[in-house]
């Protein structure tokens, strides 16, 4: 999704506004239905309708790209205090932190690539909202989310060689790299797993590489970021 | 008569009796709905108002434009010419208003 800019809003809303005072002045006014007051309203009705139609989903869609956007509900409160964290060293706060994507981390990471990409990732986020407000997640505590809010498959390497793309000679330098290029290929090992880089929400992992554990059992996998 | 001439004289028939500006202003109506609701997504960028504002606010500005294009085709069935008395206030749409500035009068 290309960046459309807070101006797509502006004009959304513009049009929106020059439509609402063309069929107010319609109802209220009641001119006579001559063809002037006929072309009129087929701006009022057609042609600025359409406009911010359209202006306002491309908006729509990209503001569910924002980072803003994906820590608005209270089950990604940790998600997005972790990315956000100045001070963090995970590998979501360290991606986070990236001035190029970093407002929009969560989706450039989470999303899916590919010809029907974006379309699948929005579905994704769907099923997101059905969880929260249908399947229970709405009433969850923060810490039952902690336990019960997982990755739903498992973390597709391609998404990190959207941008590390694997053929750089730094990249190529490193000899588990090397060893582990098949592998990594295939998504039998994870870029973000322990061992590798970590994972990229060390606080939601427990030991079993799932949920966080919870408190006073055994100690949550932080200690897994190299 | 063939079962298409009839279904089109029928269609005629009904379209013929809507009251044209009854409909051009459910239409404004259905679009000010529509464009309320597509403005609140932008101003308010929760996920609820946003899934809200492209399924249903479309589905509603569909509406209006549908609506709309209800009465043009009204409009151009009854012609320019046709009886002040004809069902339907459309022939007095393009008549001069009367002394108290009322075009419906």
Not at chain 1, 135 to 155: A, D
């Amino acid at each position: 999704m290309p960046h459309a800019g807070p101006w797509l809003g502006y004009v959304a809303l513009a049009s929106a506004a020059i439509a609402a005072v063309i069929l107010l002045h319609f109802l209220l006014r009641r001119p006579v239905l001559d063809l002037r007051a006929k072309l009129m309203l087929l701006l009022g009705l057609g042609v600025f309708p359409a406009v911010s139609a359209a202006t306002s989903t491309v908006a729509g869609m990209e503001q569910t790209t924002h980072r803003e956007f994906c820590g608005s509900c209270h089950t990604m409160d940790d998600h997005f205090g972790n990315a956000t964290d100045p001070n963090e060293q995970s590998l979501a706060a360290r991606h986070t932190r990236n001035p190029f994507f970093g407002e929009e981390s969560c989706y450039v990471c989470h999303a899916d690539y590919g010809m029907f990409g974006y379309a699948l990732t929005k579905l994704g986020g769907m099923k997101h909202v059905y969880y929260y407000w249908l399947g229970g997640y709405r009433e969850m505590s923060k810490e039952e989310t902690r336990r019960s809010v997982h990755i739903q498959k498992p973390y597709n390497n391609l998404n990190c060689r959207q941008c590390h793309t694997t053929t750089a000679r730094v990249w190529r330098s490193v000899p588990d790299h090397l060893a582990t290029q098949d592998q990594l290929a295939q998504n039998k090992v994870s870029c973000a797993s322990p061992g590798c880089h970590g994972y990229a929400h060390p606080f939601s992992k427990g030991p079993d590489g799932l949920g966080a554990a919870p408190h006073g059992s055994a100690a949550p996998a932080a200690g897994h970021t190299p | 008569m063939s079962l298409f001439d009839r279904l089109r004289a029928q269609a005629f028939r009904r379209i013929e009796s809507l009251s044209v500006l009854r409909v051009v202003r459910l239409s404004c109506w259905i679009a000010l709905v529509g464009l309320a609701v597509m403005s609140a997504s932008i101003i308010f960028p929760g996920p609820l108002m946003i899934i809200f504002a492209t399924s249903v606010g479309q589905v509603i500005g569909m509406a209006a434009v549908l609506c709309y294009g209800l009465a043009v085709v009204g409009d151009v069935v009854r012609g320019r010419h046709h009886p002040p008395d004809a069902s339907g206030p459309a022939g007095r749409f393009s008549a001069a208003p009367d002394a108290d500035g009322s075009p419906d009068a």
